[in-house]
C-alpha cells in the first residue's frame, strides 16, 4: 500500500476530489496548511501599507491506496490540480505498512478500499 500526499492550491481542491472519485478513491483526508516554496510568499497593500505574506494558504491532501493504484491516483493529482505556474504543489509517495479501522479491528488493504 501507499500513502500519497500532496500540497495544492486551495482552489483546486474540488477538481482534485472529482478526479479521485472518478477512479474509484473513496478517502480522503484534508488539511489546511501554510508555507512556502520557490514562490517565497507575496506582498500584499493592507490600508495603503505593503505587507510581504511569507506563508501561502495551501491544501494537504492525503489518501491510502493499494500498489497497484498509486500510479493512477498520481496522475489524477497531477492533471487535476495542475495550473502551470509556479506554486502548483508537490506530490510525495510513502509506503505503509499496515492499516486497522478501528471501528472493526479490520485490517489491510480491505481497510484502504
Do not use: C
Amino acid at each position: 500500500m501507499k500513502q500519497i500526499q500532496a500540497v495544492i492550491r486551495p482552489d483546486k481542491l474540488d477538481a482534485v476530489k472529482d478526479a479521485l472519485v472518478a477512479i474509484g478513491v473513496n478517502g480522503l483526508t484534508v488539511i489546511p496548511v501554510q508555507g512556502f516554496g520557490q514562490q517565497f510568499g507575496h506582498t500584499e497593500v493592507y490600508r495603503g501599507v505593503k505587507i510581504e505574506a511569507r506563508l501561502l494558504s495551501k491544501l494537504m491532501l492525503m489518501t491510502v491506496v493499494p500498489d497497484d493504484k498509486a500510479d493512477a491516483v498520481i496522475e489524477a493529482f497531477k492533471s487535476s490540480a495542475r495550473t502551470g505556474e509556479v506554486g502548483d504543489g508537490k506530490i510525495w509517495v510513502l509506503p505503509v505498512e499496515s492499516t486497522v479501522r478501528i471501528r472493526t479491528g479490520e485490517s489491510g488493504e480491505v481497510v484502504v478500499g
